[in-house]
């Protein structure tokens, strides 16, 4: 018979999950400092609620407004928030692999620091973890505080990465519960510096369930993602975890053949009927048509060799600043990221 266990021997066995010896929460945040305050005394009072230890690790995400001077302040007169800035803005993905491979938790759950995930979610999670899943999403029921436009722009975007990719993509967030053997997974075994957090936590398997929410409108504030970031995001998701793209190059030679083929017999035809008319019109759509289908297929071999060469130049995800609130004895991930990009 096999033992109970689970990835590596690292996770808690799903037969035997109670109360998590340790509860960490992973914030990235950025430039959030007018809504720090009002965040933490949220879900402190629902983590409080549970009557279970807890550790938050807010990730500064090299903002520009004090955040972290005032994550100093806070950390004097609670010894279970803990902080970590990093040396520049890199990215929420960068800030959330931070702290994930700084966290100590048997259970991590990470969540933005915005107020428009709600913390009071974080019981019912925990439930389903009890109930044996490893991974559970937090996915969105309603976005009533975004415009018609994103929320269009968002469906289409996940049902169509969702179909390519195999993954469930749909109403997906970054608010996440995971299991200490997920998050071993996702910050030792997958070291690729173009990450696609949502992506990947699904990729990985284990149990997983669903549990709805509403975004919550944000009371201060406004978001930090501009369209060229979301473009870049859309981009990472979609290289990282299909080639379809590559497979449109094909579809476009296809595409040209038939165009090609078309014209050849229609300027054939006219030949053999003595009714030729200038080609100027079609040799000039025919080199348009051409030019484009190249120029695309171009884009988007050029987008995949662009994650090859920022892949083998195996820089750091991430790189830390200064740590406030970790002992000596804590994982050194949440103080000096090796070199492979793991940070553990």
């Known amino acids: 018979m096999c033992p109970d266990s689970n990835a590596e021997g690292h996770g808690v ?21 007018n809504v720090l305050d009002e965040f933490i005394g949220r879900i402190r009072s629902v983590l409080d609620r549970m009557d279970i230890a807890y550790e938050l690790i807010v990730v500064d995400d ?38 994930l491979t700084a966290a100590n938790g048997d259970v991590v759950v990470t969540i933005d620091g915005d107020l428009q995930h709600p913390p009071q979610l974080i019981p019912d999670m925990l439930d389903a973890w009890r109930g044996g899943a490893s991974v559970i999403h937090a996915v969105k029921r309603g976005r009533a505080p975004d415009s018609r436009f994103t929320r269009l722009g968002a469906s289409i975007f996940n049902a ?18 995971l299991d200490r053997a997920a998050v071993d997974v996702i910050t030792t075994q997958l070291r690729e510096r173009g990450r696609f957090y949502r992506g990947l936590a699904d990729w990985i398997g284990f149990e997983q369930r669903r549990v709805p929410f509403d975004v919550e409108e944000r009371d201060k504030g406004s978001g930090k993602w501009s369209g060229f970031a979301l473009a870049e995001l859309a981009v990472t998701a979609v290289t990282s975890f299909t080639s379809a793209p590559l497979r449109i190059i094909t579809l476009l030679g296809v595409v040209t053949l038939v165009f090609g083929v078309i014209v050849s017999v229609e300027a054939l035809l006219s030949w053999f009927r003595d009714d030729t008319v200038s080609g100027f019109v079609t040799i000039i759509i025919t080199l348009l048509l051409i030019g484009s289908f190249i120029m695309i297929s171009l884009g988007i071999i050029g987008e995949y060799i662009a994650k090859i060469y920022d892949e083998i130049k195996h820089r750091p995800v991430y790189v830390v600043e200064s740590t406030c609130g970790f002992t000596l004895d804590e994982p050194q991930a949440a103080h000096r990221p090796s070199q492979d990009g793991d940070s553990r």
């Open 13 to 33: 066995p799903a037969n035997r999950r109670g109360t998590p010896h340790l509860f960490s929460v992973v914030i990235p945040v950025y430039n959030e400092l």
């Open 62 to 99: 090299g903002s520009t407004d004090h955040t972290f001077d005032h994550l100093l302040r806070l950390n004097q007169v609670s010894d279970e928030l803990k902080g970590i800035r990093l040396s520049r803005n890199f990215g929420k993905e960068s800030a959330l692999l931070a702290g």
């Open 160 to 177: 169509l990465l969702s179909r390519v990719s195999g993954l469930d993509m749909r109403n997906a967030s970054d608010y996440k519960l």
